[in-house]
């Protein structure tokens, strides 16, 4: 691979999806729910750019209900976590 391949994969901005789908990989690994909600979350903000950048629709409508579904749990046991710690 040389460096004009690398910068046309940057300035492609591939690796936006390439990064979205690592940190959704990384999320199985995660074992507190708060952690992997949020880090699903950050993925799916991730896909939701990389899809307005290709203008692929269904992507970022996708991933705009799963990024949402994500923050709307995190903040409902970041709240219960809140209410039960002294």
Avoid: D
């Avoid at 990064?19 to 992997?36: C, D, E, H, M, Q």
């Amino acid at each position: 691979m040389n460096a004009a391949t690398v910068m046309n994969f940057l300035q492609s901005g591939q690796w936006v999806g390439w990064v979205a789908t690592g940190l959704f990989a990384l999320s199985y690994l995660v074992k507190r729910p708060l952690n992997l909600l949020l880090l699903q979350a950050l993925a799916g903000t991730l896909w939701i750019i990389y899809g307005a950048a290709i203008g692929a629709g269904p992507v970022v409508i996708a991933n705009g209900v799963v990024t949402t579904g994500a923050l709307y749990k995190a903040q409902a046991i970041w709240r219960e976590q809140r209410r039960l710690s002294p």
